[in-house]
């Protein structure tokens, strides 16, 4: 299947401070999303994006689907950034599983006041 | 409004007792989906719904069955689990798209289920 790998696994911020975080998968995609996972578990969806460049507010993401990656860049960040950020893809291809969404490990994000 | 809701936030129970998740959208998805998140890992599928039939079951054990009563519904009965079945349950929702491509899912807060 599908492997989806994110990097780094752990980072920690001062607040202020930008980051850029990375998500590698290894064939074709329909669909990428990135989310926001708070203390409580919610999955907060930050971007839709199977390819080109997005931005909302100090948070921005760009796919290059040919080159299999996609990039969520958060700048100025604060301690509510906080949390564990999944990038999550659907396999490619006609007849591709409906929805089935094949998330990374995670980046753990700490930001320190 | 894109939002999903489930209820219940908590739930504790037996191993023979039988329970149930509930997870509701008005969004107007047509697809709606189960998750299971264990402590410190990713989401993981567990069944997906397409037009209120069942199109996708990840080898989910029989004592998770899954019910999907109109549109707007996704329920998840519980019987007879295990200690290791607790886990932080995920439900999603999303339009669907015939053909290449899906669309954007919108996920619930979660019911964290523990079994003791």
């Known amino acids: 299947g599908i492997q989806v790998e994110q990097s780094p696994p752990d980072l920690i911020l001062q607040e202020g401070a930008n980051s850029t975080l990375r998500c590698n998968f290894s064939d074709s995609v329909n669909n990428l999303q990135w989310f926001h996972q708070n203390p409580w578990g919610q999955l907060i969806n930050l971007f839709y994006?199977?390819?080109g460049t997005k931005q909302n507010g100090r948070l921005s993401a760009t796919t290059v689907a040919t080159e299999r990656y996609s990039l969520l860049y958060i700048s100025s960040s604060q301690t509510t950034d906080s949390g564990v950020y999944f990038c999550a893809v659907v396999k490619g291809g006609y007849g591709g599983s409906q929805g089935n969404l094949i998330f990374g490990k995670g980046t753990k994000l700490s930001v320190k006041p | 409004d894109t939002e999903v809701t489930q209820t219940p936030k908590h739930l504790v129970m037996g191993m023979t007792n039988k329970k149930s998740l509930k997870c509701e959208q008005h969004m107007g998805h047509r697809a709606m989906y189960w998750y299971k998140q264990k402590a410190k890992k990713p989401p993981e599928l567990m069944f997906v719904?397409?037009?209120?039939?069942?199109?996708i079951n990840e080898s989910v054990p029989s004592r998770f069955s899954p019910e999907c009563p109109n549109s707007s519904l996704l329920n998840l009965h519980l019987h007879a689990l295990q200690p290791e079945d607790s886990a932080l349950y995920l439900c999603?929702?999303?339009?669907?798209?015939?053909?290449?491509?899906?669309?954007?899912?919108?996920f619930g807060p979660g019911t964290r289920l523990t079994v003791t």
């Open positions: 719904y397409s037009y209120e039939k069942l199109s």
């Open positions: 999603a929702s999303s339009q669907v798209r015939l053909g290449q491509g899906t669309y954007e899912q919108y």
């Open positions: 994006i199977p390819s």
